[in-house]
């Protein structure tokens, strides 16, 4: 299994530009998010999927659009590229969001994440 | 919106003691908690978690501890080696499926 991949590696917007980081799963998990992380700091939820066609916004949504068409897919647009959304951007899956009684059906897996500077 | 905080920012210890590295959470409705290993230029790795119904729980090597009445959790690695240096986040789940991240600890570990 290749895991949680994640393209490009990293990318420089210009402001306005809009562009689209990709992530890919083969572990068959049915949760996926999407986080950003900003330097020196944790890790903050953008949007979140609990299957194909569901989606939901996170804890930071704005300038940011989801889809999920396929259980293996969750890639994460960014329209109109401005300074703040400058991060390091982290893509993972899980078999269950933490509601089972088996931690490793919990275990978030990352990606290597996209580290995107917006000029 | 959750507080996930660490006491201390940055954590230097010699090879081959233990570790504790710290975490005060802010709603007490929080169920499940985790914590996340993070090496530099990779994504996190999960370590270890617990449920809110339990206030211990040991993997190989760690051990978290979670103490519900003041909202504080701490992670314990023993017999701290170099490849533990890295950051240490916490993270609990108290809405749905979402997850809030601390700030993280940088752990150091002189040789």
């Known amino acids: 299994n290749a895991g949680v991949t994640q393209t490009p590696k990293f990318r420089i917007l210009k402001i306005g530009q809009s562009m689209t980081l990709q992530c890919t799963q083969d572990m068959n998990h049915n949760y996926m998010y999407w986080y950003r992380q900003d330097p020196g700091m944790g890790l903050k939820l953008i949007y979140y999927s609990v299957g194909a066609g569901i989606t939901d916004k996170g804890e930071v949504p704005n300038g940011y659009n989801v889809s999920r068409s396929t259980t293996e897919d969750f890639p994460l647009r960014l329209e109109l590229a401005a300074p703040s959304q400058t991060s390091v951007y982290f893509c993972?899956?899980?078999?269950?969001?933490?509601?089972?009684?088996?931690?490793?059906?919990?275990?978030?897996?990352f990606g290597p994440g996209t580290r995107l500077t917006v000029l | 919106g959750e507080s996930v905080g660490l006491h201390l920012p940055t954590l230097s210890v010699q090879e081959g003691d233990n570790s504790i590295i710290n975490c005060a959470y802010s709603?007490?409705?929080?169920?499940?908690f985790i914590w996340y290993k993070q090496e530099s230029g990779k994504g996190p790795q999960f370590i270890i978690d617990i449920r809110s119904n339990m206030d211990k729980r040991q993997g190989q090597r760690v051990t978290v501890l979670l103490n519900k009445t003041v909202k504080h959790l701490s992670l314990q690695i023993a017999a701290t080696q170099p490849g533990d240096s890295a950051v240490y986040f916490c993270?609990?789940?108290?809405?749905?499926?979402?997850?809030?991240f601390g700030t993280g600890t940088s752990l150091t570990v002189i040789p």
């Open positions: 993972a899956s899980s078999l269950w969001p933490g509601t089972s009684g088996t931690s490793s059906y919990n275990e978030q897996f």
């Open positions: 993270a609990d789940r108290y809405t749905g499926n979402q997850f809030y």
């Open positions: 709603n007490s409705a929080s169920d499940y």
